[in-house]
């Protein structure tokens, strides 16, 4: 073999080179936080992508349920992003957020099998909500889920987001077969999902999952408030506040007792 095709073969095979390819997936991306501390192990580089079919009444992000109004971006440029500091990210790595990230199943795929070429811990945020059909690809490739199981029952799951639970349970079930590793995290609403017979219905529900290594407890905030004000929607918690820390350390105490790690994530 000659030295030129040696070399030809190196640039075919090497990562550097693939971001160079014309044939790169492009996503629609809301934002990007580049020093997440609270979206998986380690610090992170967070993406945010544009879609989701859910309609949770405690959503922050509002802005991300349509694809439009958000940045184009390329594979290879968010690649190349990361690449460029990826030391910040050696003792974490890439979250792929939403909305719901799996809308976007083609982007989402192809950049997790570029990261994982090099080298790069991703995990994937996502409620869960589209069928395991579709969606199992993509969590295959992902090393870990961030699953935000939005309620407990399946009647308040579908009163918080207009949307069935089947699928993120499909998507529990399909990870606890596979042994993905899974964080789930849970909002605490008042008036919701704040009392000790809901904290009881979620350890029941997700005692049984050897996969889960922790649920992440997070408070109910009003930060995206003024979004559903901007964006003209009906908002059922103007009058709810913040849940007490009390309520959020009983909840620990009480998902405890089915033998979850429980933390209060804020």
Not at 48 to 62: A, D, S, W
Not at 115 to 127: G, K, Q, S, V
Not at 223 to 250: A, N
């Amino acid at each position: 073999t000659s030295s030129s095709s040696r070399e030809n073969s190196r640039k075919r095979s090497s990562p550097e080179h693939s971001i160079q390819r014309s044939d790169m997936q492009t996503g629609i991306v809301h934002s990007i936080e580049t020093f997440g501390t609270l979206d998986g192990p380690g610090t992170r580089y967070v993406l945010f992508l544009k879609g989701c079919p859910l309609r949770c009444i405690f959503c922050h992000n509002p802005d991300t349920w349509k694809m439009e109004g958000g940045m184009e971006k390329t594979t290879g440029e968010i690649l190349e992003d990361v690449l460029r500091t990826r030391n910040f990210y050696k003792k974490g790595g890439v979250t792929i957020s939403g909305g719901e990230p799996m809308l976007q199943h083609d982007f989402v795929r192809e950049l997790l099998s570029l990261f994982r070429e090099n080298n790069i811990h991703t995990a994937l945020d996502t409620a869960g909500s589209i069928e395991i059909g579709k969606s199992s690809e993509l969590i295959d490739l992902a090393d870990m889920l961030l699953l935000d199981m939005k309620a407990p029952t399946s009647d308040l799951f579908e009163t918080i987001t207009g949307f069935p639970m089947k699928n993120s349970l499909d998507t529990l079930d399909y990870c606890e077969r596979t042994n993905k590793r899974v964080w789930i995290r849970h909002v605490i609403v008042p008036g919701y999902t704040d009392s000790d017979e809901d904290a009881k219905a979620l350890g029941k529900l997700l005692s049984d999952y050897k996969c889960i290594e922790y649920v992440d407890l997070l408070p109910f905030h009003k930060l995206g408030e003024y979004k559903w004000k901007e964006l003209g929607l009906p908002y059922k918690l103007y009058d709810v506040s913040e849940p007490d820390p009390s309520i959020m350390e009983k909840h620990i105490e009480i998902l405890g007792g089915y033998g979850l790690k429980a933390r209060y994530n804020h």
